[in-house]
């Protein structure tokens, strides 16, 4: 089953486009609705834009409500401070998911189980001097055999691509699959900051 999704999500790889940070948060309990997720992250429902008004503004990011959580879908180059932004969806009582990737190739991951937290970066893993990578995945340290053949090592090349086997691990233990639908159902659209680097 998980390899059928990372061979699914390979498939999509190229069809994503060059930047993007892709979030699921479940609460354990009952329902995090839009205006909820919107006020968690710091906002009004006010500052929501209705999908059918363009133009959308640059910097934006789309609130998808799917089943008991939310996704969020944001096509900006990922940068801390918009990361920072969605990170408040998760905490206790949540279960939340974080993944980007860039035109440079660097991916990482994040998810946060109430107070446990695990993290994976791509094309190298993140390590420590005295802290394997392995030790960093906290939660998702069930799919370390996964994530080795995410990486290049003496004896072989990866053979595995790490945004797509992240993708594939967020919907093994979210439930919740990244597809064409999705992607492309209309949503509501909330305008985040975008820093300006001097």
């Known amino acids: 089953m998980l390899d059928e999704a990372v061979a699914r999500y390979t498939d999509m790889r190229d069809q994503f486009g060059e930047d993007m940070a892709y979030t699921v948060t479940i609460p354990d309990s009952g329902v995090l609705t839009i205006d909820d997720a919107v006020r968690r992250m710091g906002y009004t429902t006010t500052d929501l834009q ?8 640059s910097g934006s990011i789309s609130l998808h409500q799917v089943g008991a959580g939310i996704v969020t879908l944001d096509w900006a ?3 801390p401070e918009r990361r920072q932004v969605t990170d408040q969806l998760g905490g206790e009582d949540f279960r939340h998911w974080y993944v980007a990737f860039d035109i440079n190739g660097y991916t990482s991951m994040h998810l946060r ?3 446990a937290e695990g993290d994976l970066e791509g094309p190298e893993p993140a ?7 392995t030790e ?33 691990v967020v919907e093994a233990e979210s439930g919740v699959r990244l597809d064409w639908e999705l992607m492309n159902s209309p949503a509501p659209i909330l305008s985040l900051p975008y820093p300006q680097y001097a």
């Open 50 to 57: 209705d999908p059918d008004d363009l133009p959308h503004p």
């Open 77 to 79: 180059f990922p940068v």
């Open 113 to 115: 189980y109430g107070q």
């Open 127 to 133: 390590s420590g001097p005295f802290t394997p990578w």
């Open 136 to 168: 960093l995945l906290g939660p998702l340290n069930a799919y370390v055999g996964l994530f080795t053949r995410c990486y290049d090592s003496e004896e072989a090349d990866a053979s595995v691509d790490i945004v797509a086997a992240c993708l594939a």
